[in-house]
């Protein structure tokens, strides 16, 4: 008769995740051993963008000697007898896959739509028309600027590496930056890394780099916008029914 594997129903193992065609991609996430391999793959699938069919899981000790390849869907992570500390890497078996080519990482290798200034201007509406229409309706509009310590007060209590909450949305995650972005407009701005891929870079803006994240994870907002506090990450398996 096969026995069964019973494990403490609070256990559970921070392990290190990393991707083998995302370089950048790091993250610390916490799982339950009762946690089957198919669902970790289902729950690194939202994070790395890499299918659950073209995923690969190898695990690696805190030495860095790999234990072995995560290669039954069904079996519960805890069968692997992993310990927090230890490294989960993502192999991405799709050679057309999304993560593919490196240009989640290096903007540079994605194409860019241009157009000529002489063809811009011949638009019947862009941007640049509008904003002299606006300015023309109200000149001194455009006078008006926010002061260079605009939200600093609001920072005081905000540090890097704090747990945050973002709204709208309730978006969770860890804080990177705190600072004056000239870049982004007069005063202070937190970036920050979200806990999903809800951002919209890698902690680089208008090539400058403010901060590092994976990619899709990164966000700069203004600090009325962040509260810390106890925001631990969301386990999107902890509602679902067994």
């Given at each position: 008769?096969?026995?069964l594997?019973?494990l403490?129903?609070?256990?559970?193992?921070q392990?290190l995740?990393?991707?083998?065609?995302?370089?950048?991609?790091?993250a610390?996430?916490?799982?339950?051993l009762?946690?089957?391999?198919?669902?970790?793959?289902?729950?690194?699938?939202k994070?790395?963008g890499?299918?659950?069919?073209?995923?690969?899981?190898?695990?690696?000790?805190?030495?860095?000697?790999?234990?072995?390849?995560?290669?039954?869907?069904?079996?519960?992570?805890?069968?692997?007898?992993p310990?927090s500390?230890?490294?989960?890497?993502?192999?991405?078996?799709?050679?057309?896959?999304?993560?593919?080519?490196?240009?989640l990482?290096?903007?540079?290798?994605?194409?860019?739509?241009?157009?000529?200034?002489?063809?811009?201007?011949?638009?019947?509406?862009?941007?640049?028309?509008?904003?002299?229409?606006?300015?023309?309706?109200?000149?001194t509009?455009?006078?008006?600027?926010?002061?260079?310590?605009?939200?600093?007060?609001?920072?005081?209590?905000?540090?890097?590496?704090?747990?945050?909450?973002?709204?709208p949305?309730?978006?969770?995650?860890?804080?990177k930056?705190v600072?004056?972005a000239?870049?982004?407009?007069?005063g202070?701005?937190?970036?920050?890394?979200?806990?999903?891929?809800?951002?919209?870079?890698?902690?680089m803006?208008?090539?400058l780099?403010?901060?590092?994240c994976?990619?899709?994870?990164?966000?700069?907002?203004?600090?009325?916008?962040?509260?810390?506090?106890?925001?631990?990450?969301?386990?999107?398996?902890?509602?679902?029914?067994?």
């Open positions: 008769m096969a026995s594997l019973h403490p129903a609070d256990d559970s193992v392990l995740v990393t991707h083998s065609n995302i370089k950048t991609f790091s610390e996430i916490r799982f339950s009762q946690t089957t391999v198919e669902a970790v793959k289902d729950k690194l699938w994070k790395s890499t299918a659950v069919d073209s995923m690969r899981l190898e695990l690696y000790d805190d030495t860095g000697s790999k234990v072995g390849d995560l290669n039954e869907d069904s079996r519960p992570l805890g069968f692997y007898s310990n500390g230890y490294r989960l890497h993502i192999v991405d078996l799709d050679p057309s896959s999304v993560t593919s080519g490196g240009w990482e290096d903007t540079s290798l994605v194409e860019k739509y241009t157009i000529s200034d002489e063809a811009y201007n011949k638009l019947d509406s862009n941007f640049r028309k509008f904003k002299e229409k606006m300015v023309s309706q109200n000149p509009a455009s006078s008006k600027k926010l002061p260079e310590n605009y939200m600093e007060d609001l920072c005081t209590n905000i540090k890097v590496g704090d747990r945050c909450e973002v709204e949305g309730a978006k969770r995650g860890i804080v930056f600072g004056k000239e870049a982004l407009g007069p202070f701005w937190v970036g920050i890394q979200y806990d999903e891929p809800l951002g919209k870079h890698d902690g803006v208008k090539g780099r403010f901060f590092q994976p990619p899709a994870h990164g966000g700069i907002v203004r600090p009325d916008k962040v509260k810390v506090g106890d925001f631990p990450e969301r386990d999107p398996f902890e509602e679902e029914e067994i």
